[in-house]
């Protein structure tokens, strides 16, 4: 009876708390910029087919190491000119992101999973839980991040998976530090105290009331993790690690562009240009998202 | 008291250090991938396969390798590189040198860049100065050493070729060392133009490694500046007709310095693991860019002793840290 008491008292203030949210973030510039930016990003990695000009792997040795328009010697429909095998850069770009997005959405989420799971597991049983966590954290921690990705991708094998696969085994522990220690704030708050009081079991009060009031920090966290695991991909593929080089990365093309950086550096400059923004982008998005989802930074 | 936690840290530290040892040796042997067969010529006999694998040990049990390995590590002997064939303690220590000045210089570098910013930013809080200091630096917050790294390669490698893109000295000047610690050592003897030539190629790789440090260091440290600067103390200072710059870098500062401190620790840490990726775009010649070599080539001894080279590199820094926070901090000291 109680409950559903609640839960009608709960379904009529949550309209309007969502709408104020939405209203929040859309009055939140680093939001509309920052995820703005990311949007487009998307929209060019699912419609690549037809927003590419050129097919990205054909190859033309007699259109090698073309200029961007602008400069001398250019041909006309490479916008931004060719690398050393005469592939198009700009439609290469375009191709790249569809790997970046990819790798930046499925490893953030999956770290975040793992994180947010036993961050919450961590702070709110504390204990001996806490303390086997914990150490298990700080033993990750101990290891340098590059080093590791590269230790973990060279075990299991180059290719896309195993890009993604290092990228959660070595960040969970960012969502897991957080998680834990908001959980630990939360589980302090009064409104636990009433939701143990009126009776609700351990499990609904961890995941209906503490995690979404865990969530907006959360949220932040993804989405700076998304930047991370953008360049995470990016240096794989600039060592050769991450998928088969006949699919275009910006990693990819970054190593192909430091190697003839001398006879041809906008091989090397525009996929760069964009890695810097989509990562700018993701930490925008983030920063906005707390600010704006952050009850006491939003007053 | 203060022995007894750092002792107790130290333990830790090696716990930890042992943990990583086991897991990475367990790990880089269950995994395919036979090293030697990437080393051996096409058509060896399988007698000669045999052969050199009991020569690396291979064809001993996990359990029993490791012990063989952890013997040796005790005795100072860390095996043979597989890929290189040679010592591998031999191969770290003629590396780690050009890490090390690598790391110090950029952490050093970081400090000054990061400190002048965060006076600076402390000095002009109330202007538009101040807020443009501080949108530029939440830019620079987040950009990694990677796309520093690559970004000076364009901007000082090739645009403005002012710098050496790649390696560590002119071979032609690398005769009549003592020692691999070229910058110190050249500076020390007086050999300025051999000085000056490995400086020149450490700039654009220490620059990637400290700007992004930089960007921390200013955050945070003048985060405790202008909360310095609202104390009492500040205004006492004020009255007595101190000039603002003087405040701030006599005052404030030294009250302010301590969290900057413990964070630039920990952030020293990151900024190490940095150097493999940063030593490997300017083909510098440290223990970070062996350690690429070394996974690619599936390298077991020089891997395993590469790992245990930057866990301990990353232990003395955490003890260095904590020592400098204590001997900083008066309460600490007296506790």
Redesign the interface.
């Known amino acids: 009876m109680a409950d559903a008491g609640l839960d009608a008292a709960g379904a009529r203030a949550a309209p309007r708390r969502r709408s104020r949210t939405g209203a929040a973030l859309l009055a939140e510039p680093k939001v509309l910029v920052g995820g703005g930016f990311i949007l487009l990003l998307v929209l060019v990695a699912l419609f690549a087919p037809w927003i590419a000009p050129k097919d990205p792997l054909e190859q033309d040795l007699m259109l090698g190491t073309l200029p961007p328009v602008g400069f001398a010697g250019t041909e006309p429909g490479y916008l931004l000119g060719t690398d050393d095998l005469g592939r198009d850069v700009l439609s290469r770009i375009v191709f790249g992101a569809r790997v970046a997005l990819t790798v930046a959405f499925v490893a953030a989420s999956l770290a975040a999973l793992i994180g947010t799971v036993l961050g919450l597991a961590a702070g709110w049983f504390g204990g001996r839980v806490d303390a086997a966590i914990s150490r298990l954290v700080?033993?990750w921690m101990?290891?340098?991040?590059?080093?590791l990705s590269?230790?973990l991708v060279?075990?299991?094998g180059a290719g896309l998976h195993s890009v993604i696969a290092a990228i959660v085994i070595i960040d969970w522990t960012r969502f897991c530090r957080v998680v834990r220690a908001e959980t630990m704030a939360q589980a302090r708050m009064d409104y636990v105290t009433a939701a143990r009081t009126v009776g609700f079991p351990g499990f609904t009060i961890l995941t209906r009331e503490v995690l979404p009031n865990v969530a907006p920090v959360l949220l932040a966290l993804v989405s700076l993790e998304m930047?991370i695991a953008v360049?995470v991909e990016?240096?794989l593929s600039?060592?050769?690690?991450s998928v088969s080089s006949d699919t275009p990365t910006w990693g990819g093309m970054?190593a192909q562009g430091?190697q003839i950086?001398?006879h041809g550096?906008w091989v090397?400059?525009f996929p760069?240009l964009v890695?810097?923004l989509t990562?700018?982008a993701f930490?925008m998005l983030g920063?906005g998202l707390r600010r704006a989802l952050d009850p006491v930074m939003r007053r | 008291m203060l022995a007894l936690q750092a002792l107790h840290r130290l333990l830790m530290?090696a716990v930890?250090?042992f943990?990583?040892a086991v897991v990475?040796f367990v790990?880089?042997r269950v995994?395919p991938g036979d090293p030697v067969a990437m080393m051996i010529a096409p058509g060896a006999s399988p007698e000669d396969v045999a052969a050199l694998r009991a020569r690396y040990g291979l064809d001993l049990s996990i359990p029993e390798q490791f012990l063989v390995w952890l013997g040796g590590v005790v005795t100072g002997d860390f095996g043979t590189s597989i890929s290189l064939r040679r010592d591998v303690l031999e191969l770290l220590s003629e590396r780690l040198p050009a890490t090390l000045e690598l790391a110090v210089a950029a952490l050093l570098v970081a400090m000054l860049v990061g400190g002048a910013v965060a006076v600076a930013g402390t000095l002009a809080r109330r202007s538009v100065l101040g807020s443009a200091i501080d949108g530029f630096n939440?830019?620079m917050?987040?950009?990694?050493d990677?796309?520093w790294a690559?970004?000076l390669?364009?901007g000082l490698?090739?645009?403005v070729p002012l710098f050496p893109?790649t390696g560590r000295i002119d071979p032609t000047a690398a005769d009549g060392f003592s020692s691999r610690f070229y910058l110190v050592e050249s500076l020390l003897t007086l050999r300025f133009e051999v000085f000056a030539d490995v400086a020149s190629h450490m700039v654009m790789p220490t620059l990637a490694l400290a700007l992004p440090l930089a960007a921390i260091i200013a955050r945070v440290l003048k985060a405790s500046l202008v909360e310095a600067m609202g104390e009492d103390y500040i205004l006492l200072a004020r009255l007595k007709g101190m000039s603002e710059t003087r405040l701030v870098l006599q005052e404030a500062l030294r009250n302010a310095v301590g969290p900057t401190l413990a964070l630039t620790g920990v952030q020293f840490?990151?900024l190490?693991?940095?150097t493999?990726?940063v030593e490997?775009?300017f083909a510098y010649p440290g223990i970070?860019n062996m350690?690429?070599d070394a996974?690619?080539n599936?390298d077991l001894p020089l891997?395993q002793g590469?790992?245990l080279m930057?866990?301990l590199l990353?232990i003395l820094v955490n003890v260095a840290v904590d020592a400098a926070v204590a001997a900083l901090n008066p309460r600490l000291r007296h506790g």
């Open positions: 700080e033993i101990a290891f340098p991040p590059v080093l590269i230790l060279a075990i299991l930047g360049i990016a240096i600039f060592v050769g690690l970054i430091r950086v001398h550096w090397l400059a760069l890695l810097t990562v700018l930490n920063d | 530290a930890t250090l943990g990583v990475v790990l880089l995994v939440g830019v917050l987040a950009i990694p990677f796309v690559l970004a390669v364009l490698g090739v645009m893109l840490t990151f190490i693991g940095g493999v990726i490997r775009i970070g350690a690429i996974v690619i599936r891997i590469l790992v930057f866990g990353f």
